[in-house]
Nanobody, 135 residues
Framework: VQLVESGGGLVQVGGSLRLSCAVS?????????VGWFRKAPGKEREGVSS???????????HLLGRFTISADNTRNGGKNTIYLQMNNVEVEDTATYYC?????????????????????????WGQGTQVTVSS
């Protein structure tokens, strides 16, 4: 299984950025959950959002209204692509952003409980993409 993040870069406060996570090598085409995480300098890695193949998703409460997650599971080029749309970004959003995947997908109750934001949920990780927000 491989995950490749892209879309990071430098953005000004109040701007927008869309990150992509291309996932390949999955055993099941329709039974996985992908999560987005971020790690800022001097801080622990934190869960940002997660989405199951069926579209069920969860956003960290303090990011609601600014971040959204979506997925393209049409397997264009043999890859599932998961997007993290970041709007009205803040300096505190500066971090390295990672995506991760677990097969099979987590249950709906687990998703609703935020299990998708726990690092221990996932088996495979990408290398990360850097997001820097300037004031």
């Amino acid at each position: 299984v491989q995950l490749v993040e892209s879309g990071g870069g430098l953005v000004q406060v109040g701007g927008s950025l869309r990150l992509s996570c291309a996932v390949s090598g999955l055993q099941f085409d329709d039974d996985h959950t992908v999560g987005w995480f971020r790690k800022a300098p001097g801080k622990e890695r934190e869960g940002v959002s997660s989405i199951a193949f069926d579209g069920d998703s969860y956003i960290a409460r303090h990011l609601l209204g600014r971040f959204t997650i979506s997925a393209d599971n049409t397997r264009n080029g043999g890859k599932n692509t998961i997007y993290l749309q970041m709007n009205n970004v803040e300096v505190e959003d500066t971090a390295t952003y990672y995506c991760a995947v677990i097969e099979p997908t987590i249950s709906k109750p687990a998703m609703a409980a935020g299990v998708g934001l726990a690092e221990s949920t996932y088996d495979y990780w990408g290398q990360g993409t850097q997001v820097t927000v300037s004031s």
